[in-house]
Antibody, heavy 117, light 107 residues
Framework: EVQLVESGGRLVQPGGSLRLSCAAS????????MSWVRQGPGKGLEWVAS????????FYVDSVEGRFTISRDNAKNSMHLQMKSLRAEDTALYYC??????????WGQGTLVTVSS | DIQMTQSPSTLSASVGDRVIITCRAS??????LAWYQQKPGKAPKLLIY???NLESGVPSRFSGSGSGTEFTLTISSLQPDDFATYYC?????????FGQGTKLEIK
């Protein structure tokens, strides 16, 4: 069974930094693109970033480009999202998702990031 | 960037009804479209991929169609478990965009 477990979310001040993690199990992690998708409170879904199987390619939504960095450790079946210069509008539930083709085939339960003073 | 527009934003329907949700892309995306169901407090669940392929385990009352810029999600006979929010999502050139969502409510 595919399992994705996010961690690292917490309350952080504007301008601060945070590192999210996603622990994967139940599938061959190194064979899949992986992504982060977020959902603001009461809002819709927004794709944030994706990373190729070997980490050689990374893509970001414009609003986080230059502030967020996606990475992965295939030896540890884990993915990370390093976030800096956080803004109030980054407040959201951040989901880790496995990419299948051009869609998100499996999702974690999310980790909550709150940016507020 | 490709924009996705869903309609309607809210839909009121009854058990047994046939409902259709529409998703329009701002430019052609071939068949690179997926549909998700999300219930309150839960992660989204993949229903349909590549416009019309039913994800394993998803009931056959769900179906998807379309290509290019116009897509639809059809639920043939609404069940109580289907009241939720539905999102379309496109994939193009390594980037992804979701529609704003359609909340399906009980009439």
């Amino acid at each position: 069974e595919v399992q994705l477990v996010e961690s690292g979310g917490r309350l952080v001040q504007p301008g601060g930094s945070l590192r999210l993690s996603c622990a994967a199990s139940g599938f061959t992690f190194s064979s899949y693109w992986m992504s982060w998708v977020r959902q603001g409170p009461g809002k819709g879904l927004e794709w944030v970033a994706s990373i190729r199987q070997d980490g050689s390619d990374k893509f970001y939504v414009d609003s986080v480009e230059g502030r967020f960095t996606i990475s992965r450790d295939n030896a540890k079946n884990s993915m990370h999202l390093q976030m800096k210069s956080l803004r109030a509008e980054d407040t959201a539930l951040y989901y880790c998702a496995r990419v299948g083709g051009g869609w998100f085939s499996s999702w974690g339960q999310g980790t909550l990031v709150t940016v507020s003073s | 960037d490709i924009q996705m527009t869903q309609s309607p934003s809210t839909l009121s329907a009854s058990v047994g009804d046939r409902v259709i949700i529409t998703c329009r892309a701002s430019q052609s995306i071939s068949r690179w479209l997926a549909w998700y169901q999300q219930k309150p407090g839960k992660a989204p669940k993949l229903l349909i991929y590549e416009a019309s392929n039913l994800e394993s385990g998803v009931p056959s009352r769900f179906s998807g169609s379309g290509s290019g810029t116009e897509f639809t999600l059809t639920i043939s006979s609404l069940q109580p478990d289907d009241f939720a929010t539905y999102y379309c999502q496109q994939y193009n050139n390594y980037l992804y965009t979701f529609g704003q969502g359609t909340k399906l409510e009980i009439k």
